[in-house]
C-alpha cells in the first residue's frame, strides 16, 4: 500500500487548509486512515482519524477546528483544517490501518505516507 499525501503549504494564523491523502496498491484490507504530525523536535503526534464505519477521532487541541472525512470507495481521507494556529505548523502524515484498534497511537497504523508541511504564520 501506498499513501500520497497533499494539500500542505504557508497560510496565517486564522486561515485554512485541506490536506488530502490517497491509498493505493492492495487496499482492500484497509479499514481506518489517520493523519499524525510532527513538529521539529517533538515526538509523531496523534491529529484524527476516521474508519470506514464512519467513526471519528480528534485529538483535543483540534476538536472543533478540524474534520477529518474520507470516501472509502476511492481509499482517500481528507483532513479539512479551519482557525489554524502557529502551534498546528509541522509536518503532516498520513497512515492507514486494517483493523480498526489503537486509531490514536502509531501501533494502530500498518501503512504511512511521506508526510507533507504545514507552516501557520502568527
Known amino acids: 500500500v501506498q499513501l500520497q499525501a497533499s494539500g500542505g503549504g504557508l497560510v496565517q494564523a486564522g486561515g485554512s487548509l485541506r490536506l488530502s491523502c490517497a491509498a493505493s496498491?492492495?487496499?482492500?484490507?484497509?479499514?481506518?486512515m489517520g493523519w499524525f504530525r510532527q513538529a521539529p523536535g517533538k515526538e509523531r503526534d496523534f491529529v484524527a482519524a476516521?474508519?470506514?464505519?464512519?467513526?471519528?477521532y480528534y485529538r483535543g487541541s483540534v476538536e472543533g477546528r478540524f474534520t477529518i472525512s474520507g470516501d472509502n470507495t476511492k481509499n482517500t481521507v481528507y483532513l479539512q483544517m479551519s482557525s489554524l494556529k502557529p502551534e498546528d505548523t509541522a509536518v503532516y502524515h498520513c497512515?492507514?490501518?486494517?483493523?480498526?484498534?489503537?486509531?490514536?497511537?502509531?501501533?494502530?497504523?500498518?501503512?504511512w505516507g511521506q508526510g507533507t508541511q504545514v507552516t501557520v504564520s502568527s
Open positions: 476516521i474508519n470506514w464505519s464512519g467513526s471519528t
Open positions: 496498491g492492495s487496499t482492500d484490507n484497509i479499514y481506518h
Open positions: 497512515a492507514a490501518g486494517d483493523n480498526g484498534r489503537w486509531v490514536r497511537y502509531a501501533r494502530g497504523y500498518d501503512y
